[in-house]
Structures are given as structure tokens and as C-alpha cells.
């Protein structure tokens, strides 16, 4: 007796006798294979919108396919790398593809790169000469170019550069007093009523004499009358016949003068004058110090 392929059902041939336990046998290998089915079924997906869960598979369709076959995820992966450029608008983005350059021209420029990720700023520059405005156009620049005019007259009245040209003399006058010089420079410093300067006199000969004790004239300003005589600083003294009692050289300037007083100190005396015998053919001086104009 011959059997089915799948599930071995007998299938009796015209000379087999035909056992009804051969048919009861059929009908249950049937009966089993049906409730197999039957339990299966439910588990399966539905053919009208299957809910699918884990990771289903598909075929990957060919490229380009425009059907209503399903698409698995290798199919759209080489989709988008086949995509050379996408149309319209996106609905949000971090920041630009191609950042753009803002530019500002004119009298005013400047530019910065703006690609959508923050804000930025632009520094600027405005053109020289590139527009006219006149005084009267800017609030309060009358009022402050005002104040500066008054502040740059005070100024000027208060400090001042200059030089002079300082010379031999004496107290009373010149008299018969005829120099030779080599040298004779003076520069001062005003600030306000102080006078700071330096001076300095080189003597090569002279003939006559001077009447009064000697004098290094020419100052810039004569001093106040204050009656205070502040000490000035005497250096690269030569050919000076000293006293003997004295023990060294010093000057002032004189109250109301603008003359300096060469004077010798000693232990018994403040300072002995400087007469016209105590000055060498060849003389040289040079004193720096501070005064009061008046």
C-alpha cells in the first residue's frame, strides 16, 4: 500500500484490501495536522495591516524603485547616499549648509561669516572724510570744544619752554666792560611762576672793567621781591680768584632782578661778593637751580 509524501496517509491500490483502521489512521494524522494549523494561525500576522515587532526582514528592492513595495532600511540607506541635492525647505535646522558673508559697504563697512548657529556681531569702520557735519549738528560739542579752548589759554599761561642769553656784568652797569665769549646758553622751564633753568658762560677775554660786584645776567624773568634768595647750584667753575678766607662759590638770584649774584661763603661771612679783580681773562660757569618770577 502506498503513502502520502508529507504526513505518510495510506493510500490503498486496487488489489489492497481496505482496512478501516487504515482509514480511522488517516483521519487522525488529519484531525492532529488541522488543530496544529488552527493553534498557529492566531500567532501569525494579519494580511491587512500587519502590526509586525522585533526586527522583521524584507527583500532589498532595486535602487530607484518607485513602487509600493516595502523598503527596508539598506534600501533607503543607499537612497539617500544617491541623493545628490533635496528641493524646498526644511522645516528646522542648526545651521545653514553654505554659511553666508553679511557685508555692510558705503561710508560704514564691515562683514562677518553668518552660517544660523548663533548670533554675531560686526565690527565696523567708517570711512575718513566720508561726510560732513558742522558744529552746530552735534549736541554739546560747542559747550565742550569751549571748555577746551579755556583749559588750553590756561595751560598756555601756565608752562612755557624758551631759551635765553645769559652774560657777564656788573651790579651798577657794564661801565668799560668789553667780553670776548665762547659759549652762551640759557634754557628755562615755566610752570606757572616757577623758573627752572640751566646757563652756562664761557669767558675766552675781555678788556675793561665793570662797575659793581659781578652779576651773570639775562634771566628770562626777574624774580618776585619776596626778599628770599634760594640757593642755585654752581658747577664747571674756572679761573675764579677766590678769596682766601672762602670755601667755595654759590649764587642767588637777586629780589626784583634778573640777574645772578656770585657769592664766596667763609666761617665768619654768608658770602663775599665777586668783584671785577677776582675774574680771569679766561672765565667759565655753569649754575643750575630754581627761582619765583614776579
Known amino acids: 500500500m502506498l503513502t502520502t509524501t508529507n504526513y505518510g496517509l495510506k493510500k490503498p491500490e ?39 515587532t522585533g526586527a522583521p526582514t524584507a527583500p532589498t ?35 545653514l549648509q553654505t554659511p553666508r558673508n553679511i557685508a555692510l559697504a558705503g561710508d560704514v563697512t564691515g562683514s562677518a561669516n553668518f552660517d544660523g548657529s548663533g548670533n ?15 558744529i552746530a549738528n552735534v549736541d554739546g560739542l560747542q559747550s565742550a570744544l569751549d571748555v577746551i579752548d ?13 631759551t635765553f642769553t645769559p652774560y657777564i656784568t656788573g651790579a651798577t652797569n657794564s661801565g668799560t666792560f668789553v667780553p670776548v665769549y665762547s659759549d652762551q646758553n640759557g634754557s628755562f622751564i615755566r610752570q606757572n611762576k616757577l623758573i627752572t633753568f640751566k646757563l652756562k658762560v664761557v669767558l ?6 665793570f662797575n659793581g660786584n659781578l652779576r651773570i645776567a639775562g634771566l628770562p624773568f626777574a ?24 670755601k667755595f662759590v654759590t649764587a642767588q638770584v637777586m629780589n626784583s632782578s634778573s640777574a645772578i649774584a656770585l657769592l664766596q ?4 661771612s654768608s658770602g663775599i661778593s665777586v668783584a671785577n679783580a ?3 681773562q679766561t672765565f667759565t660757569i655753569t649754575i643750575t637751580g630754581q627761582y619765583k618770577k614776579a
Open 14 to 52: 486496487g488489489t489492497d484490501v481496505v482496512n478501516i483502521d487504515d482509514f480511522n489512521g488517516n483521519a487522525d494524522i488529519i484531525d492532529t495536522k488541522l488543530k496544529e494549523i488552527n493553534s498557529a494561525l492566531p500567532l501569525k500576522a494579519p494580511l491587512d495591516s500587519p502590526g509586525l
Open 61 to 95: 528592492q532595486t535602487p530607484g524603485d518607485n513602487s509600493t513595495k516595502i523598503a527596508n532600511t539598506a534600501f533607503v540607506t543607499i537612497a539617500i547616499a544617491n541623493k545628490t541635492s533635496v528641493s524646498g525647505n526644511a522645516g528646522t535646522a542648526t545651521k
Open 120 to 134: 554675531i556681531s560686526i565690527t565696523t569702520t567708517v570711512a575718513d572724510d566720508s561726510h560732513n557735519h558742522i
Open 150 to 162: 579755556t583749559h588750553l589759554s590756561e595751560l598756555a599761561n601756565q608752562y612755557e619752554e624758551g
Open 204 to 209: 675766552l677775554s675781555y678788556t675793561g672793567a
Open 223 to 246: 624774580a618776585v621781591s619776596d626778599g628770599v634768595n634760594v640757593p642755585l647750584s654752581v658747577s664747571d667753575l674756572n679761573n675764579l680768584d677766590m678769596d682766601t678766607n672762602a
Open 265 to 268: 661763603p667763609t666761617d665768619n
Open 278 to 280: 677776582n675774574l680771569g
